[in-house]
């Protein structure tokens, strides 16, 4: 069975810094990985799709990264903004139509 | 607005009463997936369409939980007898086509069941 860990569980930066979040998952055999940003009592909102053929995928100050062999992706976000405070779900789509997700990393970006 | 819609947003209902969300997809996307979001945790896979076929329901769906695509477009999920138990978000999501196709979601539904 597809388990998918993040860490850490949560994160306090200040403004401006640039941070990683991680995500594992423990069978290798996915078709795509999707991040994903939650605002509190909200629904969720894609980020970055990775397809299991793909390394890596960027947009603006966003680069995740798959490491399928190792089980591993992370996101990099740079320069680090409070508007960028939310949690932030990685999902692994397994079987071609079943997403299975992360626990989440609550990030908040301090002023 | 061109996204994914749902309704209610909020509901608020007493244990034992029946209750029923709606989804609406991005109108080209066939395929239609629910999940259910309890605090803290990420979503977990309910069940999913393709077009007006339900192809999959997760062990999660039990015979209390029935969802329809009547004409392949929007999708119901109801819920008879509620419980305590059913209080979470539910959350719907579409994608185009292919199997590895980016799912987008809906705002969700935050059911209380009191």
């Known amino acids: 069975k597809q388990e998918v860990t993040q860490i850490p569980a949560a994160l306090s930066v200040p403004e401006g810094e640039n941070l990683v979040l991680n995500c594992s998952f423990t069978d290798s055999a996915i078709y795509n990985l999707q991040w994903f940003r939650q605002d509190p009592g909200k629904g969720l909102t894609s980020l970055l799709l990775i397809q299991s053929s793909q390394r890596e995928q960027t947009s603006g100050r966003l680069n995740a990264s798959l490491d399928k062999s190792s089980g591993r992706s992370t996101l990099y976000i740079a320069a680090s903004q409070p508007g960028d405070s939310a949690t932030y779900l990685c999902?692994?789509?397994?079987?071609?139509?079943?997403?299975?997700f992360g626990p989440g990393t609550r990030l908040s970006v301090l002023p | 607005d061109t996204g994914v819609s749902q309704d209610p947003r909020h509901k608020i209902t007493k244990r034992g009463q029946n209750v029923t969300f709606r989804c609406d997809p991005i109108s080209e996307h066939n395929r239609l997936y629910w999940y259910r979001q309890t605090l803290g945790q990420g979503p977990e896979f309910l069940t999913y369409?393709?077009?007006?076929?339900?192809?999959?329901k997760s062990r999660l769906l039990s015979d209390r939980f029935s969802a329809e695509r009547p004409k392949g477009s929007f999708s119901t999920l109801e819920i008879q007898r509620t419980e305590q138990g059913d209080s979470a978000m539910y959350l719907c999501?579409?994608?185009?086509?292919?199997?590895?196709?980016?799912?987008?979601f809906g705002p969700g539904t935050r059911l209380t069941v009191l």
């Open positions: 999501a579409s994608s185009l086509g292919q199997a590895r196709g980016e799912q987008f």
């Open positions: 999902a692994v789509l397994v079987d071609g139509q079943n997403f299975v």
């Open positions: 369409f393709q077009n007006e076929a339900q192809l999959e």
